[in-house]
Every structure is written in C-alpha cells, then in structure tokens.
C-alpha cells in the first residue's frame, strides 16, 4: 500500500522561507506526478506545484517565482521550496501522487505565515 509521508511545516514570518517534503512509500507503479497543492479555511483546494515523471513542472499562479518543486528520483521524494512567504500562503499543504489509477494524498502539514 502506497503510503506519503509530509514535513517541513510550521510557522514562519513573512518573507521566511520553509522546505516541505514528501517521502512516498509501498509499491508504485506507472508514476505520472506528485506535488503540492494547499487549502485555506474556508477556500477550495487548489494547486500549488507538481513534478511529473520527466521532471516537467506546473507551479500555480500564485506562487510562480517564489515557490520551486523537485525531486529524488531514488528515493519518490518531492521537495517544495518557498521562499518569500506571504500571509495568503498560510494554509494546510498536501501532498499528492498519481500513479496509474492511484490518485493518493498525505494527511497535510500546516503552513502559517505571520508576524
């Protein structure tokens, strides 16, 4: 059973910075992407940076230039790098994999931005 791993949240000023990860585990097969995508109270869920198979990325409106997503081959692990915080990133981030028919999500790391 695929399972994902989240870290790297917490609280941070604005203009900080904060580096979640991803670790997936279990069997995975026909992997497509994975990424981030984040929900604010009272907000739908929205997309916020993915990395597919080829390393071709889509990174949010919102976010472009500030936000980076990579990721370990080896190891199915994907890093979201943000810099520049600002307080409408406060938010819970989830993690998603696609993988065949498998659209699996983490449990969420809450990301508070305020000073």
């Known amino acids: 059973q695929v399972q994902l791993v989240e870290s790297g949240g917490g609280v941070v000023q604005p203009g900080g910075s904060l580096r979640l990860s991803c670790a997936a585990s279990?069997?995975?097969?026909?992997?497509?992407?994975m990424g981030w995508y984040r929900q604010a109270p009272g907000e739908q869920r929205e997309l916020v940076a993915i990395?597919?198979?080829?390393?071709?990325?889509n990174i949010g409106d919102s976010v472009k230039g500030r936000f980076t997503i990579s990721r370990d081959n080896v190891k199915t692990t994907v890093y979201l790098q943000m810099n520049s915080l600002k307080p409408e990133d406060t938010a819970v981030y989830y993690c998603?994999?696609?993988?065949?028919?498998?659209?699996?999500w983490g449990q969420g790391t809450q990301v508070t931005v305020s000073s």
């Open positions: 990395i597919t198979s080829n390393d071709n990325t």
């Open positions: 998603n994999l696609q993988a065949g028919e498998l659209s699996k």
């Open positions: 279990g069997s995975i097969f026909n992997f497509y992407a």
